[in-house]
């Protein structure tokens, strides 16, 4: 799989970031280094999210993508549980929604306990996709930290869940 954008090499330092504010020496402030690497590796992520989009369906936005992610998670999910997990307006969501309706990746459904409600499923092509999608990224994955300590690995995702607690409790 790869990327058609090639605006940006995923390995080149940004030209936008000044040499004095990449300074990793002794002294340099540590939470703009952390910021500097989130961004980079957002932009990388990016990447990833595009190419995953692309192997569920040619068609499908990027942007979807993490929603489709949410869905997997569940049989079926409302869209007020939608909109408060992705914190995007309801009318963006809708859009999203009736595009992913429409390549054949999400349904509407009937809510059991309100009949004014829908609830939102991935179909069993997505789902299956998706689960392709899983072994083969899980293996890339693998690949690239084969050279990591198993509990180097550990710790960044107990670190990323942290950073990820902090920047939630910290949300104005």
């Given at each position: 799989?790869?990327?058609?954008?090639?605006?940006?090499?995923?390995?080149?330092?940004?030209?936008?970031?000044?040499?004095?504010?990449?300074?990793?020496?002794?002294?340099?402030?540590?939470?703009?280094?952390?910021?500097?690497?989130?961004?980079?590796?957002?932009?990388?992520?990016?990447?990833?999210?595009?190419?995953?989009?692309?192997?569920?369906?040619?068609?499908?936005?990027?942007v979807c993508y993490p929603m489709?992610?949410?869905?997997?998670?569940?049989?079926?999910?409302?869209?007020?549980?939608?909109?408060?997990?992705?914190?995007?307006?309801?009318?963006?969501l809708t859009r999203r929604i009736d595009s992913t309706v429409?390549?054949?990746?999400?349904?509407?459904?009937?809510?059991?306990?309100?009949?004014?409600?829908?609830?939102?499923?991935?179909?069993?092509?997505?789902?299956?996709?998706?689960?392709?999608?899983?072994?083969?990224?899980?293996?890339?994955?693998?690949?690239?930290?084969?050279?990591?300590?198993?509990?180097?690995?550990?710790?960044?995702?107990?670190?990323?869940?942290?950073?990820?607690?902090?920047?939630?409790?910290?949300?104005?």
């Amino acid at each position: 799989m790869t990327t058609t954008d090639t605006s940006e090499s995923a390995d080149a330092p940004s030209a936008s970031v000044p040499a004095d504010a990449a300074d990793s020496g002794p002294g340099a402030d540590p939470v703009v280094g952390l910021e500097q690497g989130l961004v980079i590796l957002w932009r990388r992520v990016r990447g990833l999210i595009r190419e995953r989009a692309a192997a569920v369906h040619p068609k499908l936005d990027p942007v979807c993508y993490p929603m489709l992610m949410m869905l997997r998670r569940a049989d079926a999910v409302a869209m007020a549980d939608l909109h408060a997990d992705l914190g995007i307006e309801k009318s963006t969501l809708t859009r999203r929604i009736d595009s992913t309706v429409r390549l054949g990746l999400v349904e509407r459904t009937p809510d059991p306990h309100d009949a004014r409600a829908r609830l939102l499923a991935l179909t069993p092509l997505c789902r299956e996709r998706l689960s392709e999608l899983e072994s083969v990224q899980t293996e890339q994955w693998r690949t690239r930290l084969s050279d990591w300590d198993s509990t180097d690995i550990r710790l960044l995702g107990e670190l990323l869940g942290r950073l990820g607690d902090s920047i939630e409790a910290h949300e104005d």
